[in-house]
């Protein structure tokens, strides 16, 4: 049975960092593409940051470039996202995703809440 278990989540003020961790199982971690997104209320779930499952190549959406990380160890199956100069724009549930081909696996998600 796969899951997806998210960590790492809370209040932070703006400026402050954060580290979220999606820990996986059931399913061949290293043979998936790694993905968090995030989903702020009213607003259309949005792609943040990506980590290939060969090459660990990662892409990021302009809004987080230069103050989020993506990384991943294969031996713990784990990605994590860390999240740097958070602003309250930030606020949002933060859901990994695991992708390989057609096939996708979607966690529960975090909160972050970034406010003084």
């Known amino acids: 049975q796969v899951h997806l278990v998210e960590s790492g989540g809370g209040l932070v003020q703006p400026g402050g960092s954060l580290r979220l961790s999606c820990a996986a199982s059931?399913?061949?971690?290293?043979?998936?593409?790694m993905n968090w997104y995030r989903q702020a209320p009213g607003k259309e779930r949005e792609l943040v940051a990506t980590?290939?499952?060969?090459?660990?190549?990662?892409t990021y959406a302009d809004s987080v470039k230069g103050r989020f990380t993506i990384s991943r160890d294969n031996a713990k199956n784990t990605v994590y996202l860390q999240m740097n100069s958070l602003k309250p724009e930030d606020t949002a549930v933060y859901i990994c995703?695991?992708?390989?081909?057609?096939?996708?696996?979607w966690g529960q998600g975090t909160q972050v809440t970034v406010s003084s």
């Open positions: 995703k695991a992708q390989r081909g057609s096939v996708g696996y």
């Open positions: 059931g399913f061949t971690f290293s043979w998936y593409g």
């Open positions: 980590i290939s499952s060969l090459t660990s190549s990662t």
